[in-house]
C-alpha cells in the first residue's frame, strides 16, 4: 500500500524536529475519523488560516483518507493550534467546534479548507457562509457562536505546546494501543507529500 512521488519527496522542505511523545496520547477530545479497530493513529494539530494546513486538506488528506482511512487501517484524528500571526484561526477553530456540536465538524473542515483565501473567507460572513453549506441547523450555529467552546481550542493548543509543537500542520503517527490511545512513533512537520506518510504508515502496519 505505497503512495510512492519522488518528485513531490525532493520539492518537500526538511523541517526542524520535535521529540517523540513518550506517552500514549488520548484521542477522546479530538475530532476522528476512521475505524476505531485501526492499528495505526495519526493526530493532526492544525491552523484553518495556515496555508500549508490546506494544502495538506486538499491534496494530500484526500489520498491517505482513500488508501488507508476508508480501508480502516488508520484511524485520523485532528486537533486545533491556531497560530497567534493568524488573527482569523482562532474564530475559524471556534466556528468549526460549533459545528461539530451537530455532528459536522469534517463537513465543516472541509469547507473552511476550500476556500481559495484563507483570510478574507475565515471573516465571520465566510464562516457563516461555510456553516451554511454543511447543512446543519444554523440558529444552534449562530448561538453556540455567541458563547463558543473556546477553552476546547485553547486545551488542544496547550497539548500541542506542551509536546513542543509551535508551528501548522504537525502530525504525530503511531500505534493503536489496547485502550484506544496513540502511541507514537513518529512526528512529521510542515508540508509532507504523501509517501512521507506511507513510509511511516507501512513500517507501522507491518509491524
Same mark, same amino acid.
Given at each position: %500500500?505505497?503512495?510512492?512521488?519522488?518528485?513531490?519527496?525532493? /520539492?518537500? &522542505? =526538511? #523541517?526542524?524536529?520535535? #521529540?517523540?511523545? $513518550?506517552?500514549?496520547?488520548?484521542? @477522546? &477530545?479530538?475530532?476522528?475519523?476512521?475505524? &476505531? =479497530?485501526?492499528?495505526?493513529?495519526? !493526530?493532526?494539530?492544525?491552523?484553518?488560516? +495556515? #496555508?500549508? +494546513?490546506?494544502?495538506? @486538506?486538499k491534496?494530500?488528506?484526500?489520498?491517505?483518507?482513500?488508501?488507508?482511512?476508508?480501508?480502516?487501517?488508520?484511524?485520523?484524528?485532528?486537533?486545533?493550534?491556531?497560530?497567534p500571526?493568524? $488573527?482569523?484561526?482562532?474564530?475559524? /477553530?471556534?466556528?468549526? &467546534? +460549533?459545528?461539530?456540536?451537530?455532528?459536522?465538524?469534517?463537513?465543516?473542515?472541509?469547507?473552511?479548507f476550500?476556500?481559495?483565501?484563507q =483570510?478574507e473567507?475565515?471573516?465571520?460572513?465566510g464562516?457563516?457562509?461555510? /456553516?451554511?453549506?454543511?447543512?446543519?441547523?444554523? $440558529?444552534?450555529?449562530?448561538? +453556540? %457562536?455567541?458563547?463558543?467552546p473556546?477553552?476546547?481550542?485553547?486545551?488542544?493548543? $496547550?497539548? @500541542?505546546?506542551?509536546?513542543?509543537?509551535?508551528?501548522?500542520? /504537525?502530525?504525530?503517527?503511531?500505534?493503536k =494501543?489496547?485502550?484506544? *490511545? !496513540?502511541?507514537a512513533?513518529?512526528?512529521?512537520?510542515?508540508?509532507?507529500?504523501?509517501?512521507?506518510?506511507?513510509?511511516?504508515?507501512?513500517? !507501522? !502496519? *507491518?509491524?
Open positions: %500500500m505505497m503512495l510512492r512521488s519522488a518528485s513531490s519527496r525532493s /520539492a518537500a &522542505a =526538511t #523541517p526542524p524536529t520535535v #521529540p517523540v511523545p $513518550k506517552d500514549p496520547l488520548s484521542l @477522546a &477530545a479530538a475530532a476522528t475519523m476512521g475505524s &476505531a =479497530t485501526a492499528k495505526v493513529a495519526i !493526530l493532526e494539530f492544525s491552523d484553518f488560516q +495556515c #496555508p500549508y +494546513c490546506a494544502r495538506f @486538506a491534496e494530500v488528506f484526500p489520498v491517505l483518507k482513500s488508501k488507508y482511512v476508508d480501508g480502516g487501517f488508520v484511524q485520523f484524528s485532528f486537533r486545533h493550534l491556531p497560530l500571526m493568524h $488573527k482569523q484561526a482562532q474564530r475559524a /477553530a471556534e466556528s468549526s &467546534a +460549533c459545528a461539530a456540536a451537530q455532528g459536522r465538524f469534517w463537513q465543516m473542515h472541509d469547507a473552511l476550500s476556500k481559495p483565501d =483570510t473567507s475565515l471573516e465571520e460572513p464562516l457563516v457562509a461555510s /456553516a451554511a453549506a454543511t447543512g446543519i441547523d444554523m $440558529k444552534a450555529f449562530s448561538l +453556540c %457562536m455567541v458563547a463558543p473556546t477553552s476546547q481550542v485553547q486545551d488542544d493548543a $496547550k497539548l @500541542a505546546r506542551s509536546l513542543g509543537l509551535s508551528g501548522t500542520p /504537525a502530525f504525530i503517527v503511531g500505534a =494501543t489496547v485502550d484506544g *490511545k !496513540l502511541k512513533s513518529t512526528v512529521l512537520l510542515g508540508a509532507q507529500p504523501p509517501d512521507a506518510f506511507a513510509d511511516v504508515i507501512d513500517k !507501522l !502496519l *507491518k509491524g
